[in-house]
């Protein structure tokens, strides 16, 4: 047969397509547990750091500053503990959710725990970490993963800062995870501070409309058939397998009874939302702060993970600054993660809205390299990145950050405060005393 040939088309593509069929639409299982997935350059089309930090002239804040210290301020002054999701924070950071992949799962999210509690910032635990690794009780001779991981962060926390989330998903909410945890002697001492919370998670960044998916192999593949859907799409004499969690469905009275039930059954439990970039993203947020949640995570499409469909990580989803437009002034407390790693990234979130930033795999690099200080360090640098660019904007408080410190080439400014499609009540009305579970 004559070679044929296609100049200008993606020629090498299609035939990667035709020699390797269904396992051609994600990364070579090879990889697996060793690369963080993301979009390639460019691909989310993401604004955030085309936008320009723009200080003025004129600084009257820093002038309220000079006379309340007696002195001229300096980049040292500026305040960067936050509250975020009903927890306090040294820094205006959290760590990002890591479920239940090899490298969510294993030594180096333990070691991820560890510093993010010394640093007084709070931890975020990602999906499928029961259903996949199971569940053991504090005083247990062997620990789970999740344990693991719980223990390494409370070792360290001090006292008066941080927090632990865990996100359910579908799965998780078979396995009861949320019920495990709160009766849980061991997380009482978490409950009666008010630093445990519960997310529900609705989406990715990486993912959106999809739910879960990693790479196992045949063995396990057989006993998570119960829980999960498991495809042979490398062929069925690879050793690998795709398993795949639902991604749950939700419409804006799903949504409401969801945290009306988180609410009412783990009361001493702070409750977020976490939603993947969709198109109504504003509409998404709005109504989980009116139903009285305590944090809203939107992960834009720059956001990795450990596992997804190559169409998926370039093609799908709002760019995170995008997301933060179209939400404008928040109701409530708004979280924000997708390809933050810098400071002048995360200043641009928290002028548009954000009260924090998550750390993902910019988190799990920084272990990888330095499983003892890592992070540690990576956020000492961001800090002083952040505390140099708020100073020079003459501001002293990162919740003085605002969309008029930001300059973009296209034009474009924050998205109008309250969209009329919904009605926001105040961000944290009614939370119930007791509850029913």
Not at 22 to 40: I, K, N, Q, S
Request: with cysteine; aromatic share 6%.
């Amino acid at each position: 047969m004559t070679a044929l040939s296609a100049p200008g088309f993606p020629e090498d593509s299609v035939r990667v397509r035709a020699r390797d069929g269904a396992a051609a639409v994600f990364p070579d299982p090879a990889g697996y547990g060793t690369r963080l997935y993301g979009p390639g350059p460019g691909a989310a089309g993401d604004a955030l750091d085309r936008a320009r930090i723009v200080p003025p002239v004129f600084m009257p804040e820093r002038l309220e500053k000079l006379i309340d210290l007696a002195r001229e301020p300096e980049f040292s002054d500026v305040a960067l503990t936050t509250a975020v999701g009903g927890f306090t924070a040294r820094l205006p950071l959290y760590l990002s959710a890591f479920g239940s992949t090899r490298a969510g799962s294993g030594d180096l999210s333990v070691h991820a725990a560890r510093q993010a509690a010394r640093l007084g910032i709070p931890m975020v635990i990602g999906e499928n970490m029961v259903p996949v690794h199971g569940y053991r009780r504090a005083g247990d001779a062997v620990r789970s993963a999740l344990r693991a991981r719980i223990d390494a962060y409370l070792e360290e926390v001090p006292d008066d800062c941080g927090g632990i989330v865990v996100q359910q998903s579908t799965e998780d909410a078979d396995s009861e995870v949320w019920n495990l945890l709160y009766s849980d002697p061991a997380f009482r001492p978490l409950l009666e501070t008010g630093r445990l919370a519960f997310e529900l998670k609705t989406g990715q960044g990486a993912k959106p409309g999809l739910g879960g998916m990693t790479v196992v192999g045949r063995a396990e593949a057989e006993q998570l058939a119960r829980r999960f859907t498991v495809r042979a799409v490398f062929g069925e004499d690879s050793a690998h397998r795709l398993r795949c969690a639902t991604p749950g469905t939700f419409t804006d009275e799903i949504l409401r009874q969801q945290l009306r039930f988180m609410r009412n059954n783990f009361p001493k439990a702070r409750t977020w939302v976490k939603f993947h970039p969709g198109r109504d993203i504003d509409r998404a947020a709005r109504t989980a702060w009116a139903a009285g949640a305590d944090a809203v995570t939107v992960d834009g499409a720059e956001g990795g993970t450990g596992w997804a469909p190559g169409v998926f990580l370039d093609q799908v989803g709002l760019p995170l600054a995008e997301c933060l437009r179209r939400i404008g002034r928040p109701d409530g407390c708004l979280l924000a993660t997708g390809g933050i790693w810098e400071g002048g990234r995360t200043l641009r979130a928290l002028a548009l809205g954000a009260r924090a930033v998550g750390l993902g795999r910019a988190a799990l690099v920084a272990v990888d390299e330095d499983p003892e200080h890592g992070l540690e360090r990576l956020a000492d640098a961001l800090a002083l990145e952040l505390r140099l660019l708020v100073s020079a904007l003459g501001k002293y408080d990162t919740g003085a950050l605002g969309p008029e410190d930001l300059w973009w080439p296209d034009g474009h400014t924050a998205a109008p405060a309250h969209p009329a499609a919904v009605t926001a009540a105040p961000p944290h009305a009614a939370r119930p005393a007791g509850g029913t579970g």
